[in-house]
């Protein structure tokens, strides 16, 4: 029943941001993914990542038969495409396989399945399908705002930005000593999060097939949440980043014209009254909060119960995430911090949820709450004087941030205490 009830309800939502797009003249989730059965995919590291996901259920000579049949697809058609000339400029060559394939498994579920094991066998094509369709939702989201919000507040951040030190200016100089090299890596990792969630949450369900269920909280949970929440709040508070709002722009969106100057990453922003500024009508408002930290948040503290080798590489790919937000100029410091908060707000509220609602996980959700909705007041109302008070507003930031991840370690503490060693008996004296 609840896997059904959420199935209905993502149904629902992909339906609505189907025709909010519409309204707005842009082809909605449903149509983007639709289109991806025959045409080449937007992302085909994303579609083998869901059909991962998918296999959890499967059994190893399944999957090798699964991984099989997806790429003879792709080769087929890729053949097919080089045969009648066919250019891909807006795609990948793979990834049509990976998701005829979790298509093909939603029919073997239904026609040839029965009781538990075409219930299990649909949990793991929904989880596939819910990782795609939860990408498409977020870019048709981000296609939305920068439709329905025509003034950024990116003036605001920027100028609160100046109690941290304008991070995303010094970020920016860094990685543009570093060349090209530094740049592909940090490239690499920002465009590649979701495959390295897939890497977390494959490990999590590990065990799905052997103990025919799943896990009650797992990775892919959080980043559907976040991916789900997050572009509800850019709508409210939308920001372009500093690359957009004080640079040449990334994507060749006109960034130069609409910016309100073109000094990133050189010269820091000067101290002035903020504004709304118009902007373009192509660039997502997709930076309040940073996303891609919160992901890059749920994805380290989801591979802390992992191998040392998965601890690893969570910390590397949150560390280097960080560093491509500000060093690309995609965010603002400020931006970091609330992203951080908000994805710890959201695995306590899902973790309650899972454990039960207590004391303790109510606490943790409110105050996280609270510190988040005080963050985005203080950034809108407050700039000018954060600004003026670096040495005043920087270390509170920074403290309020510590709060919330000294909060969440605590009491999740009390949810998982560590098993305490069996107490071995002394020896006793052998008696004469």
């Not at 941001?17 to 003249?25: D, F, I, S």
């Not at 842009?26 to 990542?49: A, H």
């Not at 498994?105 to 596939?128: F, S």
């Not at 948040?297 to 969570?314: E, W």
Request: net charge positive; charged share 15%; glycine share 10%.
């Amino acid at each position: 029943m609840l896997w059904a009830t959420a199935g209905v309800v993502a149904l629902g939502f992909l339906v609505g941001l189907e025709v909010a797009a519409r309204r707005n003249g842009l082809p909605g989730p449903i149509t983007n993914q639709v289109r991806e059965v025959i045409f080449p995919p937007k992302s085909g590291f994303l579609l083998y990542g869901s059909m991962a996901l998918m296999m959890v259920v499967l059994t190893w000579r399944q999957r090798l038969v699964a991984a099989g049949v997806a790429i003879g697809i792709d080769a087929a058609l890729l053949l097919v495409r080089w045969a009648v000339g066919a250019e891909i400029t807006d795609g990948h060559p793979f990834g049509n396989g990976a998701l005829w394939v979790i298509l093909g498994y939603a029919v073997i579920a239904v026609t040839r399945r029965r009781g538990q094991e075409r219930a299990l066998l649909l949990k793991g094509v929904g989880l596939g399908l819910l990782l795609v369709a939860g990408r498409k939702a977020g870019d048709t989201w981000l296609l939305i705002t920068s439709k329905t919000r025509p003034a950024v507040l990116d003036q605001y951040v920027a100028t609160a930005d100046q109690a941290l030190g304008d991070p995303s200016w010094l970020a920016g100089r860094i990685v543009r000593a570093t060349g090209p090299i530094g740049a592909h890596v940090l490239d690499l990792v920002y465009g590649q999060l979701a495959v390295a969630a897939v890497v977390v949450a494959a490990y999590q369900l590990r065990n799905v097939a052997a103990e025919r269920r799943f896990p009650t909280h797992h990775l892919v949970r959080t980043f559907l949440v976040i991916g789900l929440l997050g572009p509800a709040i850019y709508m409210l508070f939308p920001v372009v980043g500093p690359v957009f709002a004080y640079g040449p722009g990334a994507s060749g969106t006109g960034g130069v014209h609409w910016a309100a100057a073109n000094l990133w990453p050189d010269t820091p922003p000067p101290i002035n009254a903020p504004h709304p500024m118009p902007y373009d009508e192509i660039t997502p408002r997709n930076c309040m909060p940073s996303l891609h930290t919160a992901w890059a948040t749920a994805i380290f503290v989801h591979s802390r119960k992992g191998p040392r080798l998965l601890q690893f590489a969570g910390a590397f790919w949150l560390v280097a995430t960080l560093g491509a937000t500000l060093g690309f100029g995609f965010h603002y410091g400020a931006d970091l911090i609330a992203g951080m908060v908000f994805a710890l707000t959201i695995e306590a509220a899902l973790r309650s949820l899972e454990r039960g609602w207590d004391r303790s996980g109510i606490q943790l959700v409110a105050y996280g709450t609270t510190v988040f909705a005080a963050l985005l007041l203080s950034y809108r109302y407050l700039p000018m004087e954060m600004a003026k008070h670096p040495w005043v507003f920087g270390p509170l930031l920074i403290l309020a941030l510590t709060s919330v991840v000294r909060g969440y370690i605590r009491t999740t503490k009390l949810w998982d205490p560590e098993t305490a060693p069996v107490r071995q008996p002394e020896p006793q004296p052998e008696l004469a």
